[in-house]
């Protein structure tokens, strides 16, 4: 057995509380054996974590990876405008082989950013699994399916794919890749079709996930033709069960906040999207205040501008104060469980607390730098303070995929200058 010791750290432990221990990891099984006192010497490798944060990886609970070659593409318009007008006609133009290559540049970034575990809609699925496999993250991953500007033939090929995506892909990568069924939204996919498929991604046993309620333009419709909300809707279409999550959930009424609770679905906030597009602000803490599970997401990197969790954490605890006009309402405890087990449990990966027996899924980061100082609370920091470029170790499954800011599973220069080239090439196609 290989085991790796991280030694000499502060640790975020599931209660939400902060003390020293060291972690003892079993490298072959990918988990965590021991948290002890004085753990130094006991592992076959060692990483330092001395005056540093020892937390669970974290867990972003909604992104569309590869869409890192689009960011800067189109900014500031709403969500409509920019789809229609850039980012669709740009995705129009998109090869395998750019979306394994917008796919390595964001798990670069994710890594970067202390993050261990993503769930993913987007397009060229394979492509995203094989650099996942590569990169050493841990993801649940889909084929988005839109149907509205299909024919027949071509949106039951589109939804198919995502079923065949999701069957085939479940517990690549080791183990580490699990998969959903992906219809981009209520709007975007037709009532047949997920009237057909909706029992089909039950019959293979993957949860759901799609877009939901993210601005008035797309709750307006469904209440004024089905004269019921949106959520509404998708518990008729059996899209509200417990393993299913959806992004965004801004414009909900308390009925469906009410449904949301009862039925287990979790939800994926994506304040800094949300702001960005102006789609406006999801009531993060009347959903806690409900029993919902909420976990935490980026987006893509067209809509945020970057990957990082640590940013969204902050985001998330100031927009939750903003709606509600309370200062006490997201609170840095919260934002804790939403970057590590909250997230994780709304999208169903068996990660996120750092306990024995649990997957060995850590970010290290360095307290030794000014706007960490001094450290009264370390949960506070994390929240509104620390930064992707304070991680300086990363671990998942037991491996190390950064150390000492070292990406280990990716050639950080060579991804970018990939990246580069793809992004130009694909804007210059998409202007022609
Ligand atoms: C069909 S694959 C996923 C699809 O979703 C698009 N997308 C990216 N961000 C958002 C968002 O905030 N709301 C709705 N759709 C979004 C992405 O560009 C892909 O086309
Ligand atoms: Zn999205």
Redesign the pocket.
């Known amino acids: 057995m290989a085991t790796l010791a991280i030694t000499g750290g502060q640790l975020l432990r599931p209660d939400g509380t902060i003390s020293r221990a060291d972690v003892l990891v079993d490298q072959d099984e990918g988990t965590i054996l021991e948290l002890g006192d004085d753990l130094a010497g006991t592992g076959d490798t060692n990483l330092d974590a001395s005056n540093a944060l020892v937390t669970p990886g974290f867990v972003n609970g909604h992104s ?1 990876v590869a ?1 890192t070659l689009l960011r800067g593409h189109a900014d500031d318009k709403p ?1 409509d405008a920019w ?1 229609q007008e850039d ?2 006609p740009a ?1 129009d133009e998109l090869t395998p082989e750019d979306i394994r290559v917008g796919a390595e540049l964001g798990l670069l970034e994710m890594i970067k950013s202390g993050t261990t575990a993503f769930a993913d ?3 060229e699925v394979p492509e995203i699994a094989a650099a996942v496999d590569t990169a050493g993250l841990r993801a649940r991953l889909g084929h ?3 149907t509205v500007a299909a024919d027949e033939a071509a949106a039951r090929e589109d939804a198919q794919t995502s079923i065949d995506v999701a069957r085939e892909l479940d517990g690549a990568a080791d183990g580490r890749i699990s998969t959903a069924f ?1 219809p ?2 209520l709007t975007t996919v037709g009532e047949e079709y997920l009237d057909e498929f909706v029992p089909k991604a039950r019959e293979i046993g993957v949860p759901i996930h799609y ?1 939901a309620n ?1 601005t008035t333009d797309e709750v307006a419709p469904i209440v004024e033709e089905r004269g019921m909300r949106p959520l509404a809707y998708a518990a008729e279409k059996g899209m509200l069960e417990p393993e299913d999550f959806v ?2 959930g801004v414009h909900v009424d308390e009925s469906e906040i009410e449904l949301l609770a009862e039925a287990g679905t979790g939800v994926i906030h ?1 304040p800094g ?1 949300n702001m960005k ?1 102006a789609s406006g602000m999801a009531p993060v803490q009347r959903l806690l205040d409900a029993g919902v599970t909420v976990g935490l997401g980026t ?2 990197a ?2 945020n501008n970057d990957l990082s969790l640590l940013d969204e954490a902050r985001d998330a605890a100031m927009v939750g104060k903003l709606e509600t006009g309370d200062a006490s309402a997201v609170p840095a405890g919260a934002v804790a469980e939403f970057l590590t087990h909250g997230t994780a449990d709304a999208i169903g990966l068996d990660t996120g607390r750092l306990e024995p027996g649990s997957a060995a899924d850590l970010a290290v980061i360095d307290l030794e730098t000014p706007h960490l100082t001094p450290p009264h609370d370390l949960v506070s920091h994390l929240a509104y303070a620390a930064a992707a470029a304070d991680v300086k170790h990363t671990i998942c499954d037991g491996q190390v995929l950064m150390r000492d800011r070292e990406v280990q599973t990716l050639d950080e220069r060579a991804v970018c200058d990939r990246a580069r080239e793809h992004a130009v090439a694909l804007v210059d196609r998409a202007a022609e």
């Open positions: 569309h869409m969500l789809l980012i669709w995705e809609m987007y397009f988005g399916v839109v992906m981009h939204s877009h993210e992004a965004h994506c999207s597009l987006d893509g067209a809509s």
